[in-house]
């Protein structure tokens, strides 16, 4: 847990800096367990996050602009009609805890001034954001609800009495102390400290902090009193640093008892904001998609198993000219075959009369036999035209959900439902109506990029923008990319003419836009866009090519996301 109380004290001490004296200009919740406030401060806008999601629970400011609900949550109305307008006086943590309470100024209904107090806690699954009127201490309302019957020790729900979460008894708030009394304190308690056992006695330290002090008292040799010093001063400094070892994890200042490459940030809220982005981004596409990549996956299990079943029948039906002969040559020599056979050799004229053995059914003459084999000949015959029409879409079907899952596992949240809606049309998801939470609509476009020549690199996001992409927007003489036989989007290089470089680098474009994102070696289809074309009946984003030149290339992340334009 990198979100202490220490931590949460000095990300305090930032925002106090930043956001206090400011106006609450908007108020959005983009996510079920999310609000952001737009605050006008110094000239500026700042959007500060709170989230009380149970494992990535967190306060900063960010500069994430998320699309939010077509519909605005009651809670995010309610803190609309309170907060915006409001000015922000203080922002205060309770004891050393990861409590944090937003004291605003606004005008009730009336245009009477009125205080509000917004109490972020930030307590893993207990985490909560409550609106409190301070003057009766009542709680005006919550985004998370919790009554009586979950909780003997204070209910959460509006008009209840507003109490403080407990605080653990166990446990002292060492930034009250004098120095004399801190001195006396380690003293008391230096076995615990050394042994990493801070986080027990010690209200707000993690376990993470908790050992970098024992290590500083082992490691330098010290007393607890001068390790918690050296602790508390470095916290002062900073700067905050993200540490990638076997678990990223980050703090207000440099761990030295753990290895790894270290990043360090100007503020703790671009280090809690770059910490969190892929980790909240995962989480949320998980939360939005549903069980939908489960199903998908299992359709494709489904296909991969017909196809087992294809091949197996192909085998047998793959006999099938065996029995032409078999029939032809029991029609023709009729005559030399007697009926109660079990076998016969008859010389097959299509291998220069060499003997072939034929199985017959001793219970039917020769031109029966010729006809059950010429039966079976009609059958196989046919059936491998089904079977290769069955094998054609098993494939196209695994080809299309599998690029369908690189899409998802790429989105960005404002894609999720553009591919959610390329399912229902494709029969793959129910079509619902009056679905509850639908996000805005935004104008989905297709990602961008700009080679080092200069010319502009597109990627399609979701199958129908392939398509739209790819057919109708691209000059006949752009060029293609695609990566050959892997899932992956659609990449076009807006230039008739590009350069060995310019190529080089979509096709690295492309290969990370795809399934094979983190391999080498990655082979890219180049093709004009004139060489497309798209089968009747195909699913989105399946063309058809020829004439095309295979790259190889290794996708860099840092250099492709270096090449990324994006809007500002």
């Known amino acids: 847990m990198s979100f202490d109380g220490f931590f949460t004290r000095q990300m305090l001490n930032e925002l106090k800096e930043q956001l206090v004296g400011g106006r609450v200009s908007r108020v959005f919740q983009p996510f079920e367990q999310e609000i952001h406030l737009v605050i006008r401060s110094k000239r500026q806008n700042h959007r500060l996050v709170a989230s009380i999601h149970p494992t990535y629970y967190r306060l900063h400011l960010s500069q994430e602009r998320p699309a939010n609900p077509t519909h605005a949550p009651m809670f995010a109305m309610l803190l609309r009609k ?163 070892a076997d678990k990223p994890v980050f703090y207000a200042f440099d761990l030295s008892y753990i290895a790894g490459e270290r990043t360090a940030f100007d503020n703790l809220s671009a280090l809690v904001d770059a910490y969190y982005a892929h980790r909240v981004h995962t989480d949320r596409i998980k939360q939005m998609t549903g069980n939908i990549i489960h199903q998908l996956e299992q359709i494709i299990a489904r296909n ?80 491998l035209k089904y079977i290769d029409k069955e094998t054609g879409k098993a494939r196209q079907e695994i080809a299309y959900l599998e690029s369908v899952l690189v899409q998802i596992a790429q989105a960005d949240i404002e894609d999720i439902e553009d591919i959610k809606q390329e399912l229902r049309e494709e029969g793959y998801q129910a079509q619902k109506h009056g679905q509850t939470k639908k996000r805005s609509k935004t104008s989905s476009k297709p990602r961008r990029y700009r080679s080092s020549d200069g010319v502009m690199i597109y990627v399609g996001r979701n199958n129908h923008q392939n398509d739209e992409l790819s057919l109708k927007r691209a000059s006949k003489n752009h060029w ?38 983190y391999s080498a070696n990655v082979p890219v289809d180049t093709v004009q866009v004139k060489h497309l074309r798209k089968p009747n009946g195909a699913k989105p984003g399946f063309v058809i090519y020829e004439g095309q030149q295979t790259l190889y290339v290794t996708p860099v992340e840092s250099a492709i996301k270096a090449r990324e334009v994006t809007d500002n």
Not at 333 to 340: M, T
């Open 82 to 244: 309170h907060l915006e307008n409001a000015s922000l006086l203080d922002i205060q943590q309770i004891g050393n805890d990861r409590v944090v309470r937003l004291i605003f100024s606004g005008r009730d209904e009336l245009g009477d001034l009125k205080s509000y107090h917004l109490m972020i806690e930030l307590m893993g699954r207990h985490s909560n954001i409550v609106l409190v009127d301070p003057k009766r201490e009542i709680i005006i309302d919550c985004i998370k609800h919790v009554p009586a019957s979950l909780n003997s020790y204070r209910t959460l729900q509006a008009g209840a009495d507003y109490r403080l979460p407990p605080s653990q008894a166990t446990q002292t708030n060492i930034t009250t102390l004098s120095a004399y009394d801190l001195k006396q304190w380690c003293h008391l308690h230096a076995e615990s400290l050394a042994a990493g056992e801070g986080f027990r006695i010690i209200q707000g330290l993690s376990k993470l902090a908790a050992q970098e002090i024992a290590h500083t008292i082992h490691t330098k040799e010290i007393s607890a009193y001068d390790a918690v010093q050296d602790f508390l001063e470095k916290l002062a400094v900073g700067p905050g640093v993200m540490i990638e």
């Open 304 to 383: 991969q198993t017909k196809l087992e079943h294809l091949a197996k029948d192909r085998q047998i039906a793959e006999n099938s000219e065996t029995y032409r002969i078999y029939g032809e040559l029991l029609s023709a020599y009729a005559h030399e075959v007697e009926k109660g056979q079990a076998m016969v050799a008859l010389p097959n004229y299509y291998e220069e009369n060499a003997p072939l053995d034929i199985p017959l059914d001793p219970a039917k003459s020769p031109i029966e036999n010729s006809q059950s084999y010429f039966k079976k000949y009609s059958k196989y015959r046919d059936s």
């Open 480 to 517: 293609w990319l695609h990566t050959k036989n892997i899932p992956g989007s659609h990449v076009i290089v807006e230039s008739d003419r590009p350069s060995e470089q310019t190529m080089l680098e979509a096709a690295e474009i492309a290969a990370y836009h795809s399934k094979s994102q």
